[in-house]
């Protein structure tokens, strides 16, 4: 059996229904903020209430950076990049085991990993019947039942999980798992 062919996958993570609370709820203080500085205070409180409202602005665009990303599936790996246009260090395909999908509902998200966005963090073990093995790969869990991941989890749903071969797993949550899923698959073999 030969090699197959080296990926490139372009995918993206879009905010869930969480994530645009936090960016909206965000934002909504930032302007308040800078509502009430400019028509109450006084002197140096209004540059302070508006140095705080943009602080609070930035907050809330950082938040729609780490949730909002493009990412790039190729030889090398999975490379993140935050709002789609700042990169982060590649998650190299040499850790990469396999690669399989795994739901997660959106009432157990935030007890599965915790927060959402661009992260490292520890990841409750999958129940049995959420992972979904593909084609040619077996079902694969580490046995633990809380698990170090690096994730970049937008929403609940179909994510990708990677399991990692020196303890570390990757959990990524694209507009199109099954593709992104495929492209990584690809990209493992390709590597062999």
């Known amino acids: 059996m030969s090699r197959p062919e080296a990926p490139f996958h372009v995918g993206r993570t879009t905010p869930g229904a969480v994530g645009w609370t936090r960016i909206g709820m965000s934002a909504v203080i930032g302007v308040g903020i800078a509502g009430y500085a400019i028509a109450w205070a006084r002197g140096e409180t209004v540059v302070l209430g508006l140095v705080l409202a943009l602080a609070v ?64 963090g520890r990841v409750i073990a999958p129940e049995s019947g959420s992972i979904e093995a593909l084609p040619g790969r077996k079902v694969f869990t580490t046995g633990e039942q809380r698990s170090s991941y690096r994730l970049m989890v937008s929403r609940p749903g179909t994510l990708v999980e990677i399991i990692g071969r020196e303890g570390t797993h990757f959990l990524l949550s694209p507009d199109d798992p099954r593709a992104a899923a495929e492209a990584i698959d690809q990209a493992i073999r390709a590597r062999r």
């Open 57 to 120: 602005l930035v907050y809330a665009f950082w938040s729609w950076m780490r949730l909002a990303t493009r990412f790039v599936v190729d030889v090398d790996g999975v490379t993140v990049s935050l709002g789609g246009f700042l990169p982060r260090p590649a998650w190299p395909v040499a850790d990469f085991r396999t690669v399989q999908l795994r739901r997660i509902p959106g009432e157990s998200l935030g007890v599965t990993v915790g927060g959402l966005g661009w992260r490292r």
